[in-house]
T-cell receptor, first 108, second 114 residues
Framework: AQRVTQPEKLLSVFKGAPVELKCNYS??????LFWYVQYSRQRLQLLLR??SRESIKGFTADLNKGETSFHLKKPFAQEEDSAMYYC??????????FGKGTKLSVKP | ETGVTQSPTHLIKTRGQQVTLRCSSQ?????VSWYQQALGQGPQFIFQ???????GRGNFPPRFSGLQFPNYSSELNVNALELDDSALYLC?????????????FGPGTRLTVL
């Protein structure tokens, strides 16, 4: 089965604290994984993809095939990082399979 | 270059009615995907259109149907509406060559079924 699990509905941290949003996946084959973000009153947008291995807005994510995980990390959270974050997996039809999302709240 | 647009923004229907949602792709894109996002859930794949043909489908019944037009805009039609169809419907466009590419999302249409 192709599935994405985000175990945390809500993650609340203080500004300047490290952040880790968890994502686990189930996929037979070579997975293609993404993190999407939705800021308040904005549309869903791509944050990063594991293939590009880049850091966007200070966020990074490493694919761990052994643990079937793709956790999103940032060493120092900012208030503007508050948003809904969705982990997604490319399905066999080219579609995206999303987790339920984690709401990140960064307090001042 | 314009982004993905969807209409209408909001819609209220009653059970048993039919609804049509519309999506205009981002300029230059040839593939449109539709997703349903229920409250508190992530988006779920409904189907995808490439060059005016359905090119993939998720676990949705046949009363969910769609079209893609020569200008790559798309419609999602839902017949015999049920209360559980209440959700945010997202359209995403991409430019598909031989490999998959990034999907760009529209703002969504909020459908309420009473």
């Amino acid at each position: 089965a192709q599935r994405v699990t985000q175990p945390e509905k809500l993650l609340s941290v203080f500004k300047g604290a490290p952040v880790e949003l968890k994502c686990n996946y189930s996929y037979s084959g070579s997975p293609e994984l993404f993190w999407y973000v939705q800021y308040s009153r904005q549309r869903l947008q791509l944050l990063l993809r594991h293939i590009s291995r880049e850091s966007i807005k200070g966020f990074t994510a490493d694919l761990n095939k052994g643990e079937t995980s793709f956790h999103l990390k940032k060493p120092f959270a900012q208030e503007e990082d508050s948003a809904m974050y969705y982990c997604a997996l490319r399905g066999s039809q080219g579609n995206l399979i999303f987790g339920k999302g984690t709401k990140l709240s960064v307090k001042p | 270059e314009t982004g993905v647009t969807q209409s209408p923004t909001h819609l209220i229907k009653t059970r048993g009615q039919q609804v049509t949602l519309r999506c205009s792709s981002q300029s230059g894109h040839n593939t449109v995907s539709w997703y349903q996002q229920a409250l508190g859930q992530g988006p779920q794949f409904i189907f995808q259109y490439y060059r005016e043909e359905e090119n993939g489908r998720g676990n949705f019944p046949p009363r969910f149907s769609g079209l893609q037009f020569p200008n790559y805009s798309s419609e999602l039609n839902v017949n015999a509406l049920e209360l559980d169809d209440s959700a945010l419907y997202l359209c995403a466009s991409s430019f598909r060559t031989g490999e998959f590419s990034e999907q760009f999302f529209g703002p969504g249409t909020r459908l309420t079924v009473l």
